[in-house]
């Protein structure tokens, strides 16, 4: 079963983004339902990915429970007994995730411990990536000397922009920006160290945080494959892109096609998509250590 949008009875959509949709549930909590809608280059594309909502949402609630001392989180429950009654439904079962509503910072925290994807290309080019000046003789997939932060912008429609921390700041303010940038660190060291001792590189992540009681939480999604990029420490060779377990699958298929990273997404074939679950189901298995079940098939 897939699924490309939702409508809960009794409760009312608050937004619908890329891949998730959310409804209120009250005045200070939030319903978040994660689809099978699958976007890339910040485009969304017609075709579902099976299970692609179900594995984001099982794997975010793991990867909260294990982040909860490394401070604030917007997380209360992916439990089915904790959910609405409206969102009991079958076409629902792993997908949804109740959450404490949260005023959002409008900005992406990315960190990047390797040198992959677009910090290769501006590495290539100028030997940076986005205002951290890196040394020389670099290959592509090498680890870098340390973690480094690199913030971008939080669009709604249209193409995320890389800004420098300076940027943020000025966004921000600098305290505020100085506090985005431990806690991604942070967080960051945890998830490269658990994936680690399952085999597993955290090439590179990106968080979201929002005010919720005067604090700075984590929100979203954290350390999916939608917003992380993994590769297998088994086979890991720099010089080279490493195949990985996320959506990169699918942006090389369609880099390939020549296609402008503009819409509409050209259409996927069977074996991308197949391939793109098998990623997906992947990374779940290895990180949690457990196989994959689709939460309705659970006694």
Known sequence: MTLLSTRIEGLPLVHRGKVRETYAV?????????TDRLSAFDVVFDQPIPDKGRVLTQLSAWWFERLADLGPTHFISADARDLPAGAGVPELAGRSMLVRRADRIDAECVVRGYLAGSGWAEYQRSGTVVGHKLPDGLRE???LPEPI????????VGHDENITREQLA?????DIARQLEERSLALYRAGAELASAVGLILADTKFEFGWIDGEI???DEVFTPDSSRFWDAARYEPGSAPASFDKQYVRDFVAASGWN?????PRLPDDVIAG???RYVTAYSRLTGRAWQPPEAVA
């Open 170 to 174: 000025d966004m921000v303010g600098a």
């Open 141 to 143: 997939a090498d680890a």
């Open 276 to 278: 793109t679950r098998d």
């Open 149 to 156: 932060f690199t913030p971008s912008t939080k669009a709604e």
């Open 26 to 34: 009250g005045e200070d909590r939030l319903l978040l339902v994660a």
């Open 217 to 219: 939480a984590l929100i």
């Open 261 to 265: 990273k503009e819409p509409p997404a």
